[in-house]
């Protein structure tokens, strides 16, 4: 397992980071602390979660139970200490989450309180926003994507809110960086001019989605992720689990995430398919698992910080942590290039 330092901080996290969304819905805690035993037992220092999860379905019933079952680990094990640990708080929209109102100083202040009783825990390693209350285009949200009507004062001045939120949060010791999710290079770079212009906390990492059906940070997020050393945590590395192949000729297996909500967000549609059975055919014929290949492609990438992997069972968890010994080859690479150019954007 290699290690890669958050942005400019001192923080250094496992290339693999093991993800927890299912836990508290397809996962049960017994599961969950089985997943931690192991994961940490090959190397992996890095816990990703959020106030939200689980998310398989979004439930205002679940809500918070992913880091409860964080926090029941770390009481048992004592190993708080060994982990780098991220969590984030909602941004705007779930009404079940003080009402909606998303991220700002006040529901920072008690998002962080919440999930640091419910973590068990007196301080986060990672704190991000979940998504900018503004809009974005994660999510498949690009197709109806506008900027234009955002307000730019009102954004300006919600970073900042949130910048100087954070600053009293790492000044009392309960939160070490600030990191963002589902951002976009306009967001990112407003957090780090008025973080420079104001000397408060910079922005470590963004956490976005990115594997070999959706490759949008290659291009100007790259660009400024090389210059102001803000790594990439790539969520969704197997697109929902399209990757791996088991949705192949419509096959939706019991108990998975395609089997209880549908779409998977918007990726499991007709467009997916082509690129998804050639990545899947140069996997078979270079003697790859299309997991694997698809994971230790992710880890090839300049950017890239960390990977968050999510299993429901340690059979996927076991082959997702297995491509950190996978050696790409200049050939497979080649033929992923090739396989992308033809099909640059299928999700």
């Given at each position: 397992?290699?290690?890669?330092?958050?942005?400019?901080?001192d923080i250094s996290v496992s290339q693999i980071c093991l993800g927890t969304m299912t836990w508290g819905s397809q996962n049960s805690e017994a599961e969950a602390h089985a997943q931690m035993d192991y994961a940490v037992e090959k190397g992996v220092n890095f816990f990703d979660t959020a106030e939200l999860y689980p998310t398989t379905p979004l439930s205002s019933e679940t809500y918070g139970h992913t880091e409860e079952f964080i926090g029941s680990w770390f009481a048992k094990t004592g190993k708080r200490?060994?982990?780098?640990?991220?969590?984030?708080?909602?941004?705007?929209?779930?009404?079940?989450?003080?009402?909606?109102?998303?991220?700002?100083?006040?529901?920072?202040?008690?998002?962080?309180?919440?999930?640091?009783?419910?973590?068990?825990?007196?301080?986060?390693?990672?704190?991000?926003?979940?998504?900018?209350?503004?809009?974005?285009?994660?999510?498949?949200?690009?197709?109806?994507?506008?900027?234009?009507?955002?307000?730019?004062?009102?954004?300006?001045?919600?970073?900042?809110?949130?910048?100087?939120?954070?600053?009293?949060?790492?000044?009392?010791?309960?939160?070490?960086?600030?990191?963002?999710?589902?951002?976009?290079?306009?967001?990112?770079?407003?957090?780090?001019?008025?973080?420079?212009?104001?000397?408060?906390?910079?922005?470590?990492?963004?956490?976005?989605?990115?594997?070999?059906?959706?490759?949008?940070?290659?291009?100007?997020?790259?660009?400024?992720?090389?210059?102001?050393?803000?790594?990439?945590?790539?969520?969704?590395?197997?697109?929902?689990?399209?990757?791996?192949?088991?949705?192949?000729?419509?096959?939706?297996?019991?108990?998975?995430?395609?089997?209880?909500?549908?779409?998977?967000?918007?990726?499991?549609?007709?467009?997916?398919?082509?690129?998804?059975?050639?990545?899947?055919?140069?996997?078979?014929?270079?003697?790859?698992?299309?997991?694997?290949?698809?994971?230790?492609?992710?880890?090839?990438?300049?950017?890239?910080?960390?990977?968050?992997?999510?299993?429901?069972?340690?059979?996927?968890?076991?082959?997702?942590?297995?491509?950190?010994?996978?050696?790409?080859?200049?050939?497979?690479?080649?033929?992923?290039?090739?396989?992308?150019?033809?099909?640059?954007?299928?999700?």
């Open positions: 397992m290699k290690f890669n330092k958050l942005g400019r901080t200490k060994d982990i780098v640990l991220a969590t984030k708080v909602a941004g705007h929209g779930r009404s079940y989450i003080r009402g909606g109102e998303g991220a700002d100083a006040k529901n920072i202040k008690l998002a962080v309180e919440a999930s640091l009783k419910r973590l068990k825990t007196d301080y986060i390693d990672l704190y991000q926003i979940h998504w900018p209350n503004r809009g974005h285009f994660h999510f498949r949200q690009n197709w109806h994507y506008d900027p234009f009507k955002q307000d730019r004062a009102k954004a300006v001045a919600n970073i900042l809110d949130i910048l100087e939120a954070t600053d009293i949060l790492v000044k009392e010791g309960k939160v070490r960086a600030l990191g963002l999710s589902n951002e976009t290079t306009w967001g990112i770079q407003k957090y780090l001019t008025l973080s420079e212009q104001k000397g408060l906390p910079r922005v470590a990492s963004v956490q976005n989605e990115y594997n070999l059906l959706y490759r949008h940070f290659d291009l100007d997020l790259a660009e400024l992720s090389h210059h102001e050393d803000v790594g990439l945590l790539a969520y969704s590395p197997l697109a929902a689990g399209i990757l791996s192949g088991k949705y192949q000729s419509g096959v939706k297996p019991e108990g998975s995430r395609a089997s209880i909500n549908g779409d998977l967000g918007g990726r499991l549609q007709p467009l997916q398919e082509a690129p998804t059975k050639a990545y899947l055919e140069i996997a078979a014929n270079h003697g790859l698992d299309p997991s694997a290949m698809a994971l230790a492609f992710c880890l090839t990438r300049r950017f890239m910080a960390s990977v968050i992997i999510g299993a429901t069972t340690m059979e996927q968890l076991t082959t997702d942590l297995s491509s950190v010994d996978v050696k790409l080859s200049g050939d497979v690479l080649a033929e992923i290039e090739k396989v992308h150019r033809q099909y640059p954007m299928p999700l």
